[in-house]
């Protein structure tokens, strides 16, 4: 596959998945009069929705990773060549910008505007490692063993996240640095920032290590 087109499909799918997340939860808590759980039942089910939708659109292009963490799962494991790896994750994080600026201007909002919704603490950050934890194992999980349910899997395992973890599941650094230039419901404080990313890598690494191991008998 033509890299151009893999890094189109990263950057696009990256850009619709932040529009989706971040104006979800616009109108999420427009609609919501103050009910903070009914905002984030509506923010969850459509990110979950529209995961689906973007893993099958983008999938067969480029992966459908939207998430450095997934790319260096994925270049860990050989699935993804190393030389590309860093251009996926360049085009991520300025998808990931794209769709923020996008769901803004669908609100009449700033152009960008530093988030200053706190999350941060010990549970936030161990919340993070499990949330990215879990994504990698259910990815590498059902790419091994049922490659046709991984968009229903993943976008399952994120809209459950959003609601068994205290940070409602980032799971992504890209996802991280741009929520923290919206001041919406889905943002987050620019200084909060690194330790969700340091969680995330953590527990992407953790994952890639131990569900590598247990799926080694699906690969012989």
């Not at 590309?84 to 794209?98: D, K, R, T």
């Not at 993943?154 to 205290?166: E, K, L, N, P, R």
Request: charged share 10%; net charge neutral; glycine share 10%.
């Amino acid at each position: 596959m033509n890299i151009a087109r893999r890094l189109s499909a990263e950057a696009l799918g990256s850009a619709f998945l932040l529009a989706t997340v971040v104006g979800s939860g616009i109108m999420a808590e427009k609609l919501a009069g103050g009910n903070s759980g009914l905002a984030l039942l509506a923010n969850a089910l459509a990110t979950g929705a529209g995961l689906i939708a973007l893993i099958l659109s983008f999938g067969p292009v480029s992966g459908a990773h939207f998430n450095p963490v997934v790319s260096l799962s994925e270049a860990w494991l050989g699935k993804l060549e190393r030389r590309w790896l860093l251009p996926y994750i360049a085009v991520q994080i300025a998808g990931a910008f794209a769709g923020v600026i996008a769901a803004h201007w669908m609100f009449d909002l700033p152009t960008l505007f530093a988030s200053s919704h706190v999350r941060s603490g010990a549970s936030q950050w161990w919340s993070e490692f499990i949330a990215s934890f879990g994504l990698i194992g259910v990815i590498i999980s059902c790419t091994r063993t049922r490659p046709a349910v991984t968009p229903f899997a993943v976008a399952a395992y994120i809209t459950a996240a959003y609601w068994f973890t205290s940070s409602t599941s980032f799971a992504n650094p890209a996802v991280t640095l741009a929520r923290a230039a919206s001041d919406t419901f889905a943002g987050i404080r620019p200084q909060d920032a690194p330790g969700f990313i340091l969680a995330q890598l953590a527990g992407g690494a953790a994952a890639s290590l131990l569900f590598n191991w247990l799926h080694l008998e699906t690969d012989q």
